[in-house]
């Protein structure tokens, strides 16, 4: 039984393309967030949402539109593909706010050409 | 700005060895600070998270502590095993924003 799900677990492709990815959690917890790890492994935080509202948007390109149909879902749709957006994407819950434990996916390794 | 660093970068140690990680962070205006295990190609587990006002907390063979007012951390692994073998991250959380600000890491190896 996994508790945060990603997919897909891979995606390779070319730049300039649209792309999504997706995340469910069955823990019941109502804020959901995603992470970007770069080739760095500097792990960053780009977008959370709480009971389907937006609560934190980071500094991030409006190419990156998230989307929360209900609260155990949180997807993540990326617009015209550029290289600098290869990187690992993580996403994570927490019961009720950021200043619970979080719980992470096993992230979407994302690689543009 | 709050800035989290780990020290240091990457660490080996035998095994059976007890060790510690550092983390420091420059605001002490934070909520929380987690300790977080990464294995290769895996996501984040949580392995304790100390509130602000306690001091320290403990699971198993890990101890963290928090000294807010100098902006330390530290996770201490008794009797290492190569089971330990991950990268470390702390994490603290911003009063004035919620967010989670993570340090880069410690790579830890430990030899059999």
């Known amino acids: 039984d996994t508790a945060v799900s990603q997919t897909p677990k891979y995606l390779v492709t070319q730049m300039g393309n649209d792309k999504s990815i997706k995340c469910e959690q069955n823990?019941?917890?109502?804020?959901m967030y995603w992470y970007k790890q770069d080739s760095k492994k500097f792990l960053k935080i780009m977008f959370s949402?709480?009971?389907?509202?937006?609560?934190i948007n980071e500094t991030v390109p409006n190419r990156f539109s998230p989307k929360s149909p209900d609260k155990a879902h949180l997807n993540l749709h990326i617009n015209s593909l550029e290289l600098g957006d290869s990187a690992v994407y993580f996403c994570?819950?927490?019961?009720?706010?950021?200043?619970?434990?979080?719980?992470f996916g096993p992230g979407t390794r994302l690689l543009v050409l | 700005k709050q800035e989290v660093t780990q020290i240091p970068a990457a660490l080996s140690v035998p095994e059976g060895e007890n060790l510690v990680l550092n983390c420091s962070f420059t605001?002490?205006?934070?909520?929380?600070l987690q300790w977080f295990r990464q294995d290769p190609g895996k996501g984040l587990t949580s392995l304790l998270l100390?509130?602000?006002?306690?001091r320290e907390q403990t699971s198993g063979r890990l101890n963290a502590s928090l000294d807010k007012s100098s902006g330390r951390s530290t996770l201490y692994i008794a009797a290492s095993q190569p089971g330990d073998s991950a990268t470390y991250l702390c994490?603290?959380?911003?009063?004035?924003?919620?967010?989670?600000?993570f340090g880069k890491g410690t790579r830890l190896h430990i030899l059999p």
């Open positions: 994570a819950s927490s019961p009720r706010t950021s200043q619970e434990t979080q719980y």
């Open positions: 823990l019941g917890h109502d804020t």
């Open positions: 949402y709480n009971n389907k509202e937006l609560i």
């Open positions: 605001d002490s205006a934070i909520y929380n």
């Open positions: 100390i509130q602000s006002s306690q």
């Open positions: 994490a603290v959380g911003r009063n004035r924003d919620d967010k989670i600000i």
